[in-house]
């Protein structure tokens, strides 16, 4: 549903949205957020009584972590709990295609009293940094490709996962990259995926199968980067829904299987004039722009502080291993897909730089918003990026944190980071990193009982 929030009158607003509910004969309304780890919460209502409510969640819901544990932070703020307004964004509303009964989804932005953002929300911090941008009389844009693998369904979690069985009977194998009998395999899972996209406005692109077994890529056609967010938080589950409709999984996991590749979030970005409407990568000439070169040398020089968002789990880690199309260093080129920031090759107007660093399981409002940032911080300080790598970068040395841990502690060190993305949200993130990491430590792993349980 196309409808403009920020103008007219609330009234306005209800009768549109009357009409739409009232149109597609809506029963229930979802009204959800996304959290610090990207997943849905919120309330279902009758579509009668929805836009009756005042809409409230605990503020608590944005110090859990994926594990249900909550995050410790100094003040009392959090042990009284106080109720958050929320406030529908109907230009997010859309049908939801796989329920029995008629039903809509829209995201809902969050406030303290008297209207104050909730900062530290996702969709917030990413409106945060694209403000700096739009204070600056730029706009950029994003274009991502969502990896995610399709594997058996799997009930116990002391079991590894298991490639799927396509329309042939067969287990999926790796080594299929860009296979279309591969592809085909799945097709009444990728034809739900296509039209639950088309039923929720998601401007999924191209599908193409990928190096692990089961693993498939969709590509997003670029625009704006709140917009591409929503789409890629509505999208996994959309994934989901539909690999559950055939009796499979689809996973957005970074690492999900052993020996093969993970999967990503890859992030193009260019950054255009809003007045003029012209690409700031590019000069006049077609040349390269001090921007364009700003812009890379601001994500190798803040990424790897900010690698806890690009890869927010220990299974993350796992992911950045060499030689498995993933990078391991912040280096750029010109078409190297070694590397960690990748420049496509494109005429002027399309000029643009690809951050491969961002796995699948990030939450798309703070990967975006980090690489974002990240840019930005180069174009303001004018800051000039290293050499463009025309070899492996897979040789040179490991640029990135290899553990959670570490990564951590590079973010709660960085005074940029907590001046950009603000202090509350940093110390709130990485304390629920910290108590998923401590959850996590608890666990006895396979790899401790087969190697030390009779040999120490």
Same mark, same amino acid.
């Given at each position: 549903m196309s409808t403009d929030s920020s103008s007219g009158a609330r009234t306005e607003l209800q009768i549109q949205t009357e009409s739409w509910l009232a149109e597609h004969r809506i029963d229930e309304v979802e009204a959800v957020i996304p959290d610090m780890a990207g997943v849905p919460r919120g309330k279902f209502f009758p579509a009668r009584k929805f836009l009756r409510h005042n809409l409230r969640l605990p503020e608590s819901v944005f110090l859990q972590g994926i594990t249900g544990d909550y995050g410790e932070v100094p003040g009392d703020l959090y042990d009284i709990d106080p109720d958050l307004h929320l406030e529908p964004d109907y230009n997010t509303l859309r049908i939801v295609p796989w329920t029995n009964e008629p039903t809509a989804s829209v995201i809902v932005d969050c406030y303290r009293r008297d209207r104050v953002p909730l900062n530290h929300a996702p969709r917030q911090v990413l409106k945060r940094i694209l403000k700096l941008y739009e204070d600056k009389g730029w706009k950029p844009v994003i274009a991502p490709e969502v990896e995610f693998y399709l594997v058996k369904q799997n009930t116990d979690p002391d079991y590894p996962l298991e490639a799927p069985v396509g329309r042939a009977g067969r287990k999926e194998?790796?080594?299929?990259?860009?296979s279309i009998e591969s592809v085909n395999e799945f097709d009444p $899972? $990728?034809?739900? $995926?296509?039209?639950y996209c088309d039923a929720m406005e998601i401007d999924a692109d191209s599908l193409s199968h990928e190096d692990g077994a089961g693993q498939l890529e969709v590509n997003f056609l670029h625009g704006d980067p709140l917009d591409i967010a929503d789409?890629?938080?509505?999208?996994?589950?959309?994934?989901?829904?539909?690999?559950?409709? +055939?009796g499979i999984y689809a996973t957005?996991?970074?690492?999900?299987?052993?020996? #093969?590749?993970?999967?990503?979030? +890859?992030? +193009?970005?260019s950054v255009v004039d809003v007045k003029s409407g012209e690409n700031l990568f590019s000069q006049p000439d077609g040349a390269i722009s001090p921007l364009f070169r700003a812009f890379i040398a601001g994500? #190798?020089?803040y990424v790897p502080d900010a690698l806890i968002l690009f890869g927010p789990y220990v299974n993350s880690y796992r992911r950045f291993t060499r030689y498995l199309a993933a990078p391991i260093n912040v280096q750029w080129g010109y078409d190297n897909r070694t590397v960690g920031l990748r420049v496509p090759h494109s005429d002027a107007a399309n000029r643009r730089v690809e951050n491969r660093i961002p796995g699948a399981d990030v939450n798309p409002y703070l990967a975006i918003?980090?690489?974002l940032a990240c840019g930005y911080m180069g174009m303001i300080e004018g800051l000039e990026p290293s050499e463009p790598l025309s070899g492996s970068a897979y040789k040179l040395e490991q640029g990135l944190a290899r553990d959670m841990f570490a990564a951590l502690d590079l973010m709660e060190a960085s005074d940029p980071l907590h001046e950009i993305f603000g202090r509350e949200f940093? #110390?709130?993130?990485?304390a629920i990193k910290r108590v998923e990491h401590e959850t996590y430590f608890q666990v006895i792993s396979p790899w401790e009982r087969e190697h030390l349980l009779l040999n120490v």
């Open positions: 194998t790796a080594g299929r990259m860009y $899972i $990728i034809e739900d $995926i296509y039209d789409q890629v938080f509505l999208f996994k589950r959309v994934a989901r829904e539909a690999a559950f409709k +055939h957005f996991m970074a690492k999900p299987m052993e020996g #093969q590749p993970g999967s990503a979030l +890859h992030l +193009h970005q994500l #190798q020089k918003a980090a690489s940093v #110390q709130l993130y990485c």
